[in-house]
């Protein structure tokens, strides 16, 4: 079957790249955005959709390529060719001064799972969507 006939999310589900995530941390996402549905019910379906499709690998494995919660992320967004460097943290650590951006939003969303080199097209909070390419990742202090 043909891309062109497939409904539109299978179309974008078939374009993310595989993504890894721990158990810990799947866990812990998995009940943090069944939790976060009845409030902000577009990132937390998004997140459920990214944790569904990831790949569950066990605690303690060492990828220091692969972004998991706490590591520091560096990335460009295709779009406006704008490089960030932020670190993915839980909601209750969230600070956007300081660059920690919450799992709860939609780039955060995004970039759970993915590995260095690694592209994916998200959907911001105004409904657009962006490329971000992963360039590089640093493990949690």
């Known amino acids: 079957m043909s891309t062109a006939t497939l409904?539109?999310?299978s179309r974008s589900q078939s374009k993310k790249p595989p993504i890894k995530i721990n158990r810990m941390d799947h866990e812990r996402l998995l009940k943090l955005a069944e939790v976060a549905a009845g409030r902000m019910?577009?990132?937390s379906d998004y997140l459920l959709n990214e944790l569904e499709r990831a790949r569950i690998i066990a605690d303690g494995s060492k990828i220091p390529s692969l972004v998991a919660m706490g590591s520091t992320v560096t990335f460009r967004d295709e779009q406006t060719g704008?490089?960030?460097r932020v670190t993915l943290v839980f909601p209750?650590?969230?600070n956007i001064d300081e660059?920690?951006?919450s799992i709860l939003t939609p780039i955060?969303?995004?970039l759970i799972g993915l590995s260095e080199g690694q592209s994916i097209t998200w959907p911001t909070r105004t409904g657009e969507e962006h490329r971000?390419?992963?360039i590089a990742v640093e493990e949690q202090a």
């Open 99 to 101: 660059k920690r951006i």
């Open 82 to 84: 704008r490089t960030e």
């Open 41 to 43: 019910p577009e990132v």
């Open 108 to 110: 955060g969303a995004a």
């Open 132 to 134: 971000l390419h992963v």
């Open 7 to 9: 409904p539109a999310k």
């Open 92 to 94: 209750e650590q969230a």
